[in-house]
């Protein structure tokens, strides 16, 4: 009787316990019926599943990972919008799927389900700072707690929180709450570089970073990456944002492909163009050219016949009328009138016939006209020398140019080197030289059939702001190429694969060149300019003149010969 009624009551009070809940209340995800499921569990929590038979039709595909027995590396299914359901004995195993890279999109969400969960306790968990939202549910109390990953000093701390209105708590990154980040830059004047006051950072990229910060609320430290030798700052800037050591990385950096596998870039923020400086020299045969070419070959051509026919008509005037004198006497007579610009009495005595000193007067006012046009011309071409300036890069393989390219770190011009199918540019890489730092390269320039290739903007800025070296004098010689070596370097800000606030900033830099400051940012830097292959600042402005600019003095000619004419028909007439 004794046991009976021990077991009676050991059944009474075993009723009296509270049950052991395992459902996760509808509420929670009917507020996520746009979004499909991923339940992560093992086997100790097997029990728990059952919700999954209230689950709300809506809810159009269910993913289910058993930890107990996935032996792969686990990856986000294919589709548009997750919820993922954590319920697992240790939450921390859950790290073998947040981090792989891209374990969550824009819109995709993490809930823990525990029992033992208390508030302000610290939930750190490798690449879960990726998703939109992170909630853990005790389930046992019924309390909800939200984790925030980029609110500051409150950082991965949990808060509770309400059950409902879950949706409004979803990060959009329009706000990170004074969240500190920590940068990664290079000194690459002028798009970035800063002072050593600890101010704001300069150049067009130090603006829209710190632009950046005002808009979206955050804060950021700074850390400067330096070139070794052999590894150039920007690819340690890559490779820092590849380990997660910093959260991304600004400061000139180009998007290439190689890069591109490793870590996720922005929107493009500015495209810079790789230019090629050369300077400009004069040939030994241009020389010549400043002196012989003041006219055109016509013109002389027409100048030589018109001393011939003067000194034959002279002749035969004078034998005509019996005076007769050798052909080399006319000849001295003409070129005398070019040489002295003047009608000397020992040439008038040579002249007796009216008619030839028609002749020769009309010359001798031609000659005038001929060598003020000659001497005034001569002058603006050699104070403006035409120089030899290849217009194109085709020219300057010809030519049998060298290349001089950044010593520091040129992978991204190897790299467009290497891809391109234009045999010019394989002959361009056959050709290039990096043991030179840039000043050096440019200074070596001068009387070299060299050339070097940078980015337009910095080369410019760097031959006018870095290079102290190089003179005003030695700069008026320099030149680019017309045409710019590749279309564009793509200049972005490197970020961690999967970074979830990515597209975002993407927009923002997007309305931020919209409404013309990425425009007028870098066009403050770059307002320091050297002249292109044959512009206008450069070439030779005086060009050699032609016959037809000579219609003046041979329409003097002409008038004169006439007149000659009609006085040796008088003077024939007369004797």
């Given amino acids: 009787m004794f046991l009976l009624l021990s077991a009676i009551v050991a059944l009474s009070n075993a009723s009296l316990k509270p049950p052991v809940k395992s459902l996760i209340p509808s509420r929670i995800l009917n507020q996520f019926l746009d979004y499909d499921l991923v339940i992560h569990f093992d086997n100790s929590n097997l029990h728990r599943l059952d919700f999954l038979s209230e689950k709300n039709p809506n809810h159009q595909t269910v993913h289910l990972f058993n930890y107990n027995y996935i032996q792969t590396v686990l990856r986000r299914p294919r589709g548009y919008k997750y919820v993922n359901v954590v319920i697992l004995q240790d939450p921390f195993e859950f790290q073998t799927f947040s981090l792989q890279p891209y374990s969550f999109y824009q819109y995709d969400f993490v809930l823990f389900v525990t029992t033992t969960i208390q508030e302000t306790e610290v939930w750190k968990m490798a690449g879960l700072k990726r998703a939109s939202a992170v909630f853990v ?42 969240h500190i980040f920590r940068i990664a830059y290079t000194d690459f004047p002028p798009f970035f570089w800063k002072n050593d006051d600890g101010g704001r950072p300069r150049g067009a990229e130090g603006k829209l970073l710190h632009e950046f910060s005002r808009v979206h609320n955050f804060r950021y430290e700074l850390i400067e990456y330096k070139s070794v030798p052999g590894k150039g700052a920007w690819q340690a800037m890559v490779e820092a944002v590849e380990a997660n050591a910093i959260d991304w990385a600004v400061g000139g950096i180009s998007v290439t492909i190689k890069r591109g596998i490793f870590t996720d870039f922005t929107r493009y923020i500015k495209t810079q163009g790789f230019a090629i400086a050369y300077v400009v020299y004069q040939s030994t045969w ?33 034998n005509t009328l019996g005076l007769s004198h050798n052909y080399s006497t006319y000849v001295r007579v003409v070129l005398m009138s070019i040489a002295e610009q003047a009608a000397t009495s020992h040439q008038m005595k040579l002249l007796k016939l009216s008619t030839v000193r028609t002749i020769f007067l009309i010359w001798w006012l031609t000659s005038l006209n001929l060598t003020s046009l000659y001497k005034s011309q001569l002058a603006s071409r050699l104070i403006k020398p035409k120089y030899n300036q290849p217009n194109q890069i085709d020219d300057l393989v010809e030519k049998n140019f060298q290349f001089q390219v950044n010593k520091e770190d040129w992978s991204v011009l190897r790299e467009n080197l290497e891809t391109s199918l234009d045999k010019v540019y394989s002959k361009i890489l056959t050709k290039v030289d990096d043991r030179l730092d840039f000043c050096e390269s440019i200074l070596a320039l001068k009387g070299q059939k060299v050339a070097v290739i940078d980015e337009e903007t910095v080369l410019q800025y760097d031959v006018f702001k870095r290079c102290n070296t190089v003179g005003s004098r030695y700069r008026s010689h320099l030149r680019l190429v017309a045409e710019n070596i590749f279309p564009s370097a793509y200049h972005a800000w490197s970020m961690p694969m999967g970074t979830p606030f990515r597209l975002k900033f993407s927009k923002t830099i997007g309305r931020m060149d919209d409404y013309g400051l990425i425009s007028h940012w870098y066009k403050s830097a770059s307002f320091y300019l050297l002249p292109r292959s044959n512009s206008r600042t450069g070439g030779n402005t005086a060009s050699a003149l032609t016959l037809t600019q000579f219609l003046p003095p041979v329409m003097i000619l002409g008038i004169g010969w006439s007149a000659a004419f009609i006085v040796l028909l008088i003077e024939l007439y007369i004797g």
């Fill in 137 to 178: 549910y005790n389930i046992e109390e019924d309390k909800m707690f939200h984790c925030c990953y980029y609110c500051g000093k409150d950082t991965a701390v949990l808060k509770e929180t309400t059950s409902y209105s879950l949706r409004q708590l979803l990060n959009n990154y329009s706000d990170f709450n004074g």
């Fill in 286 to 318: 241009a020389a010549f050219e400043s002196i012989l070419l003041v006219f055109k070959w016509l013109v002389w051509v027409t100048i030589a016949c018109t001393v011939t026919l003067i000194c034959l008509t002279a002749k035969l005037a004078n």
